[in-house]
């Protein structure tokens, strides 16, 4: 079955940096774009970043563009998300989540989350 | 940014009532329109993705529909189980951004 599941969420200074992954099994990982999605405590959802499944092509939200890096390793079928110059309005849970569908496009899997706290 | 208005934030319905939520967005997204469930303490749960077509597993109460420029998720027959937040979300272009969230509460 279909599983991810997110880890590296932490305590960190404002200014700091964090990377998260989220490990994926159960499906073809390579053929699948994967997002991140956040949700700050007590808010809605908020997307943060997709990669397409070759890595060739990455979009971010623009509250985080230039300091978010979304990556993948197909090889290790692993999804990345370099943090860097947190605030403390990036206190989240973060999720990662299957893009599927095609050509609907839709987020059919999710993690459980990890906890990414942004404070001093 | 595609902006998503849903509408209401928050509505309080009795088990057995038909409930109907909405979303606005603030330009064309032609059909990539999906809705989300998220339970406390858990991951969102895709429902019903392209307006209208309901996600494998999804109980048949749910549906999803387009009138004019806006869409709407119904609940047909309110069970307990449904007490939840749900989420509208465009993928027609990045930022592939959500509505804010419609709170269910059963009565």
């Known amino acids: 079955q279909v599983q991810l599941v997110e880890s590296g969420g932490g305590v960190v200074q404002p200014g700091g940096s964090l990377r998260l992954s989220c490990a994926a099994s159960?499906?073809?990982?390579?053929?699948?774009?994967m997002v991140w999605v956040r949700q700050a405590p007590g808010k809605g959802l908020d997307w943060v970043a997709f990669?397409?499944?070759?890595?060739?092509?990455?979009t971010y939200a623009a509250s985080v563009k230039g300091r978010f890096t979304i990556s993948r390793d197909n090889s290790k079928n692993t999804l990345s998300l370099q943090m860097n110059s947190l605030r403390t309005e990036d206190t989240a849970v973060y999720y990662c989540?299957?893009?599927?569908?095609?050509?609907?496009?839709?987020?059919?899997?999710w993690g459980q989350g990890t906890l990414v706290t942004v404070s001093s | 940014d595609i902006q998503m208005t849903q509408s209401p934030s928050s509505l309080s319905a009795s088990v057995g009532d038909r409930v109907t939520i909405t979303c606005r967005p603030s330009q064309t997204i032609s059909t990539y329109l999906n809705w989300y469930q998220q339970k406390p303490r858990q991951a969102p749960r895709l429902l019903v993705f392209?307006?209208?077509n309901l996600y494998s597993g999804v109980p048949s109460r749910f549906s999803g529909s387009e009138s004019g420029t806006d869409f709407s998720l119904t609940i047909s027959s309110l069970q307990p189980e449904d007490s939840a937040t749900y989420y509208c979300?465009?993928?027609?272009?990045?930022?592939?951004?959500f509505g804010q969230g419609t709170k269910l509460e059963i009565k």
């Open positions: 392209s307006v209208s």
């Open positions: 990669t397409r499944y070759d890595g060739s092509t990455r």
């Open positions: 979300q465009q993928t027609y272009s990045p930022p592939y951004t």
């Open positions: 989540a299957r893009w599927g569908g095609s050509p609907e496009f839709y987020l059919d899997y």
């Open positions: 159960g499906f073809a990982f390579n053929t699948y774009g």
